[in-house]
C-alpha cells in the first residue's frame, strides 16, 4: 500500500482532497499532532478502508474559521469501514470485517473509561481528557474522510457488524453510528425523556434530528423541533416532530400553541455556541447563549437539559471577548431557581451504538430517512461542506472507495 487520499482543512472556508500517507502503526508528527503523541506506537491498531465517512456540524465550526484548528489538518471523525490490516496485539477484530468507530477515541484502560466514560480518556490526548479523530485539540489523531484511516486500541473501540452483506444494505443508517445517532440519542437520555414526555429539540441539523427520532424511541408522547432554517423544519416535520420557527416569534408562545402550555418535561441543545439570537427573523444575529437561556425558560422545574450542542474554550471569530475564551452570559439563576440538571460534552458514543445498531437491524430506527442522509464521492467533499454550510437539509455522506455507489 502507499497512497491514501483525503479531506483537508487549508483555512476559513476551505476544504481540499489532497494526497495523504497511507496510514502507519505509528503517530506520526502533522498538522495539529500534539509533540507528546508523535511517534507513539500502535499495535493495537487496526487500518480500514473507508466504507462511509460523514460530514457533521462539528467539522463546520473548524471549516467556518471559529477553531484554532491548523492548516492542512485531515479532517473526519464520522467512520465506518472494512479492516485491510490488523496490527500484532489486535485480538478480535479480523481482517473483513465491516465496523463502525465511535468518534471518541478511548484507550479502555484508563479510570474514565472503565466507568464508561468514553468521551473523556484520560490517555489519548496530551492536550486534555477526550479525543477525536481529525479534530482540533484532540491529539493529532488523523481524520477519516479519507480513503484508508487507523484506528487505534481496535479490540475496544470499533463495533464489528453482524453480518457484511446486511451491514452494507443498512449502511446509510448504520454510517450514523459513529456520531449523531448516539450523540441525539445521548442528548434525549440525559434530557429524561421518557414515555408520555413533552420534548423540546433546540436545532433541526442532523444531531438535532437524531435527537427528536431518539426521543420518539424513548417513548415521548410530543417532540417539537425549533430552527431558523424552513427546509430542516420541514425534515423534522416528514417523520412526525411538531416544528417551531424560532424567528418568527417567541418560543413559549409556540410551544403553548402546540402543548396548550408554554413549557416541556425535557429540553436538548442541539445547536451549539454558533447559536442566532431568537425572535429576529431569519437573519438574526449571533447569540452564543441563547440557546442554553431558552431551555431554561422553557424546561419545566425539576427537568432536564441534555447539552450535545458544542461549546468551545477558544473562538476566533466570537462576538465578544468573552466568548473568545467560552466565557457566556448565561442565566443561570433561572437554572437554579428550577432545580433544572444539564450535560454537556461528548457523547460517550460506546454507551450506545450496539443498541442502536440492534434497532436498526431489526426496522425500528429509520435515521437515514430523519436526516436524508445522501451519499456523495470523496471527491466532492468541498462541494458537500459548502451545501452543509449554507443549511441543507442534509447529512451529506462520503463514499471514498465506491462502496455506497455499489
Ligand atoms: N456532543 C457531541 O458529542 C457532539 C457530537 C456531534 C455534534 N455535536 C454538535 O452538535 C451541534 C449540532 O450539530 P449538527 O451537525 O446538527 O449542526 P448544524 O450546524 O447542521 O445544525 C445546527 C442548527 O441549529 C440551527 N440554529 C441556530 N440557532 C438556533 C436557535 N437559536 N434555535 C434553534 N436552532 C438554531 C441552525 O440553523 C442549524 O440548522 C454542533 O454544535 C456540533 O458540533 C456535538
Ligand atoms: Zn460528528
Ligand atoms: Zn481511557
Same mark, same amino acid.
Not at 454510517?175 to 459513529?178: D, E, G, I, N, V
Not at 445547536?271 to 454558533?274: I, L, T
Given at each position: 500500500m502507499s497512497g491514501n487520499r483525503a479531506v483537508a482543512y487549508q483555512g476559513p472556508g476551505v476544504v481540499e482532497v489532497i494526497d495523504t500517507d497511507y496510514p502507519a502503526f505509528e503517530l506520526k508528527?502533522?498538522?495539529?499532532?500534539?509533540p507528546a503523541n508523535v511517534g507513539r506506537k500502535l499495535p493495537h491498531a487496526v487500518i480500514l478502508r473507508t466504507v462511509a465517512t460523514n460530514i457533521c456540524g462539528s467539522d463546520q465550526h473548524m471549516v467556518r474559521g471559529r477553531t484554532t484548528a491548523p492548516q492542512g489538518l485531515v479532517l473526519g471523525h464520522e467512520i465506518t469501514g472494512e479492516v485491510v490490516e490488523a496490527g500484532?496485539?489486535?485480538?478480535?477484530?479480523?481482517?473483513g470485517d465491516i465496523v463502525s468507530v465511535p468518534f471518541n477515541i478511548s484507550c479502555g484502560r484508563c479510570r474514565n473509561c472503565k466507568e464508561?466514560?468514553?468521551?473523556?480518556?484520560?490517555?489519548?490526548?496530551?492536550?486534555?481528557p477526550g479525543s477525536a479523530y /481529525?479534530?482540533?485539540?484532540?491529539?493529532?489523531?488523523? *481524520?477519516?474522510?479519507?480513503?484508508y484511516v487507523l484506528v487505534p486500541y481496535a479490540d475496544w473501540n470499533v463495533l464489528q457488524f453482524p453480518d457484511r452483506e446486511q451491514a452494507l444494505e443498512k449502511i446509510l443508517d448504520l454510517?450514523?453510528?459513529?456520531d449523531i445517532f448516539p450523540t441525539g440519542f445521548h442528548g434525549a437520555v440525559t434530557a429524561g425523556v421518557g414515555v408520555g414526555s413533552t420534548v423540546y429539540v433546540a436545532g433541526a441539523g442532523p444531531v438535532g434530528l437524531a435527537a427528536a427520532l431518539g426521543a420518539q424511541l424513548l417513548g415521548a408522547a410530543v417532540v417539537v423541533v425549533g430552527d431558523l432554517n424552513e427546509d430542516r423544519l420541514a425534515q423534522a416535520r416528514s417523520f412526525g416532530c411538531e416544528t417551531v420557527?424560532?424567528?418568527?416569534?417567541?418560543i413559549p408562545d409556540q410551544l403553548e400553541q402546540i402543548?396548550?402550555?408554554?413549557?416541556?418535561d425535557s429540553a436538548i441543545d442541539a445547536? /451549539?455556541?454558533?447559536a442566532r439570537s431568537e425572535?429576529? *427573523?431569519?437573519d438574526a444575529k449571533e447569540a452564543p447563549a441563547t440557546v442554553l437561556n431558552s431551555l431554561m425558560g422553557v424546561t419545566a422545574a425539576g427537568g432536564a437539559i441534555g447539552i450535545p450542542g458544542l461549546y468551545v474554550?477558544?473562538?476566533?471569530?466570537?462576538?465578544d471577548d468573552a466568548a473568545k475564551v467560552g466565557a457566556l452570559s448565561i442565566s443561570l439563576g433561572t437554572g437554579w431557581a428550577k432545580s433544572l440538571s444539564f450535560t454537556t460534552g461528548q457523547c460517550p458514543v460506546m454507551r450506545y451504538n450496539r443498541q442502536l445498531m440492534m434497532a436498526i437491524l431489526h426496522d425500528r430506527a429509520p435515521i437515514a430517512k430523519a436526516v436524508n442522509a445522501t451519499a456523495i464521492p470523496l471527491t466532492d467533499a468541498p462541494r458537500g461542506y459548502a451545501e452543509f454550510d449554507a443549511g441543507a437539509a442534509t447529512k451529506y455522506v462520503l463514499d471514498p472507495n465506491g462502496y455506497l455507489a455499489a
Open positions: 508528527d502533522g498538522p495539529g499532532v500534539n500484532p496485539d489486535v485480538e478480535f477484530v479480523k481482517v464508561g466514560k468514553t468521551g473523556i480518556c484520560l490517555n489519548v490526548n496530551p492536550d486534555r /481529525g479534530y482540533v485539540d484532540m491529539g493529532g489523531w488523523v *481524520g477519516g474522510q479519507a480513503e454510517t450514523m453510528l459513529s420557527n424560532v424567528g418568527a416569534g417567541t402543548l396548550g402550555i408554554p413549557e416541556v445547536v /451549539g455556541f454558533e425572535g429576529h *427573523g431569519a474554550t477558544g473562538d476566533p471569530g466570537a462576538v
